[in-house]
T-cell receptor, first 115, second 109 residues
Framework: GAGVSQSPRYKVAKRGQDVALRCDPISGHVSLFWYQQALGQGPEFLTY????????KSGLPSDRFFAERPEGSVSTLKIQRTQQEDSAVYLC?????????????FGPGTRLTVT | GIQVEQSPPDLILQEGANSTLRCNFS?????LQWFHQNPWGQLINLFY???GTKQNGRLSATTVATERYSLLYISSSQTTDSGVYFC???????????FGEGTQLTVNP
């Protein structure tokens, strides 16, 4: 079946602009995660949803970052007033089970460049 | 939080060689995954292996949870094996994956 999809694949924003990144998880997957990957590093956790509930947002780096999943399927990560340090690849992952410890599957990512 | 260390950070092989990548973690986990990140940035699931041994073609993995480490074996390496290999764990107290810094593998023809 279809994997996790993300759009856009590439985004260039001028400093101060708002951006919205979309994630379509695997159909039926309850859990959805957002990660940020800086160049040359491993992905780092941003936030976690179980259905429409945001259960953990402790990894969001500032209040400029906001995520939602209103109907428990598609999720949007919004970054307001983008800064150069926001340049990174944003990865979305989904998992079938609601219980922690189940296999996560990743999308291709959105590469954000802030100029 | 949990710490994840991967070694070696870089590895260069000739095609056909075998290799072992290691992942150490600092606390109990209920999930351990190995990924291959290809040149386009896609994270490809290799193994879901919180404990035990699994094999998939030329790749195999072993996790010894009581000793807090996992090994990824690549046999008869091919140029298409090049890329970054990540180990990621899910500690028992949470849902997030914590990644290591990765091993950059280059396989030369």
């Amino acid at each position: 079946g279809a994997g996790v999809s993300q759009s856009p694949r590439y985004k260039v924003a001028k400093r101060g602009q708002d951006v919205a990144l979309r994630c379509d998880p695997i159909s039926g997957h309850v859990s959805l995660f957002w990660y940020q990957q800086a160049l040359g590093q491993g992905p780092e956790f941003l936030t976690y949803f179980q259905n429409e509930a945001q259960l953990d947002k402790s990894g969001l780096p500032s209040d400029r970052f906001f995520a939602e999943r209103p109907e428990g399927s598609v999720s949007t990560l919004k970054i307001q007033r983008t800064q150069q340090e926001d340049s990174a690849v944003y990865l979305c992952a989904s998992s079938f089970r609601r219980v922690a410890g189940y296999e996560q599957y990743f999308g291709p990512g959105t590469r954000l460049t802030v100029t | 939080g949990i710490q994840v260390e991967q070694s070696p950070p870089d590895l260069i092989l000739q095609e056909g060689a075998n290799s072992t990548l290691r992942c150490n973690f600092s606390d109990s986990v209920n999930n351990l995954q190995w990924f291959h990140q290809n040149p386009w940035g896609q994270l490809i699931n290799l193994f879901y292996i919180p404990s035990g041994t699994k094999q998939n073609g030329r790749l195999s993995a072993t996790t010894v949870a009581t000793e807090r480490y996992s090994l990824l074996y690549i046999s008869s390496s091919q140029t298409t094996d090049s890329g970054v290999y990540f180990c990621a764990v899910n500690e028992t107290s949470g849902s997030r994956l914590t990644f290591g810094e990765g091993t950059q593998l280059t396989v030369n023809p």
